[in-house]
């Protein structure tokens, strides 16, 4: 059974930083692309940044500069390292594995965390 578990959420200033941590299971781990969702209120999900299995990563350019995108395949992790966070980087943080074949392709969501940005 596969699982993505995100952790580190929760209400932070402008300005502050916040750190999302996914831990996957039941899945090899270093062959999927891992990335970071967000969604809004009213809005669809979007990408954040991504890190494939071969380490080429991907941002927004809402958040390029600020935010950082790490993996560890030996603990089967994948961060998301938050610098001076807006307001309208509120929203639910969802972990994303993905592994496209040739037989089709495998994704999985984890269970989603806030972020809510606010003085």
């Known amino acids: 059974q596969v699982q993505l578990v995100e952790s580190g959420g929760g209400l932070v200033q402008p300005g502050g930083s916040l750190r999302l941590s996914c831990a996957a299971s039941?899945?090899?781990?270093?062959?999927?692309?891992m990335g970071w969702y967000r969604q809004a209120p009213g809005k669809q999900r979007e990408l954040v940044a991504t890190?494939?299995?071969?380490?080429?990563?991907n941002y927004a350019d809402s958040v390029k500069g600020r935010f950082t995108i790490s993996r560890d395949n030996a603990k089967n992790t994948v961060d998301l390292q938050m610098t001076n966070l807006k307001p309208e980087d509120t929203a639910v943080y969802y972990c994303?594995?993905?592994?496209?074949?040739?037989?089709?392709?495998?994704?999985?969501w984890g269970q989603g965390t806030q972020v809510t940005v606010s003085s």
């Open positions: 994303n594995a993905r592994l496209t074949l040739l037989g089709g392709t495998y994704n999985y």
């Open positions: 039941g899945i090899i781990f270093s062959t999927y692309n």
């Open positions: 890190k494939t299995s071969s380490g080429y990563t």
